[in-house]
């Protein structure tokens, strides 16, 4: 099999509307990377332990657009954390969302609704981005 066999064919049969809710769990370093190589690969290995009670927990909710899209047409989201709108984690996922559009063809088609919180307080320690972008690829997956 070659990185063609998984790219999508056509999403005609996609769902117009609905929600989808993940929680991924938390953990903390141990010994953590220095560094990152391209693609966000660290630059040396690091030892964590998984968290499983400090989670997160991210609910998707997902609308179809009815205008046509054109092929520079950017990701339409809005990212709210612990209730509140956070414009300032929006650019870390519309990152992750060109390194993915390939395999997810279908996320331009959509306006998305990211809603996520944390089971345990923010900038604690705690890897809180990586549990959250853990729980919204997994919002992904169901809805593709």
């Known amino acids: 099999m070659t990185e063609k066999d998984f790219l999508p064919k056509e999403y005609s049969q996609s769902p117009k509307e609905g929600s989808v809710t993940w929680q991924s769990p938390s953990n903390i370093a141990l010994v953590k ?3 990152k190589k391209e693609n966000q690969i660290p ?3 690091s030892i964590s332990f ?3 009670h400090c989670k997160t927990t991210t609910t998707l909710k997902f609308n179809k657009r009815t205008s ?3 092929k520079n ?3 339409d989201f809005a990212f709210y954390f612990e209730g509140k709108k956070k414009e300032d984690f929006k650019p870390k996922i519309a990152t992750f969302f060109k390194r993915i559009e390939q395999y997810c063809a279908f996320l331009k088609q959509y306006h998305l ?5 944390n089971s345990f307080p923010h900038s604690s320690g705690i890897a809180s981005s990586a549990s959250g972008m853990s729980a919204l690829a997994l ?4 809805l593709e």
């Open 113 to 117: 609704e990211i809603s996520s919180e």
């Open 139 to 142: 919002c992904l997956m169901s």
């Open 33 to 35: 990377y220095w560094g």
């Open 73 to 75: 047409e950017e990701f």
């Open 68 to 70: 046509a899209l054109n």
């Open 43 to 45: 630059a040396n290995p």
């Open 50 to 52: 998984t968290l499983d």
